[in-house]
């Protein structure tokens, strides 16, 4: 299973991005996902998590309100709408996936994308 993530970029604070993950090589039933995000000199830190029908959520709390996590299991497509982006959201975002369940723990999650860098400018 593989995991790539995109949508990225430069934005000044106050606009949005959107990112997206996909899933490749998926045989089973639909991961429970995740973002995470590194910024530099911090430690990875969790941002949102879904569950596999989409029906639960769960945000790290300084994001509530403007990040949104969905998903799109036809395509095994994982998004994450960011809204009144700050500077303190500036960081590599990586999407993550586990069979288990839903987890705000990085050591929960088996399969990590490669990172997408997201730059706010203030």
């Known amino acids: 299973v593989q995991l790539q993530a995109s949508g990225g970029g430069l934005v000044q604070a106050g606009g949005s991005l959107r990112l997206s993950c996909v899933v490749i090589?998926?045989?089973?039933?639909?991961?429970?996902m995740a973002w995470f995000r590194q910024a530099p000199g911090k430690e990875r830190e969790f941002v949102a998590a879904?569950?596999?029908?989409?029906?639960?959520?769960e945000y790290k709390s300084s994001v509530k309100g403007r990040f949104t996590i969905s998903r799109d299991n036809a395509n095994d497509m994982v998004y994450l709408q960011m809204n009144t982006l700050q500077p303190e959201d500036a960081a590599v975002y990586y999407c993550?996936?586990?069979?288990?369940?839903?987890?705000?723990?990085?050591?929960?999650?088996?399969?990590w994308g490669q990172g997408t860098q997201v730059t706010v400018s203030s």
């Open positions: 879904i569950n596999r029908s989409g029906g639960t959520t």
């Open positions: 090589g998926r045989t089973r039933s639909p991961y429970i």
């Open positions: 993550a996936a586990n069979q288990e369940f839903i987890s705000a723990r990085q050591a929960d999650y088996e399969y």
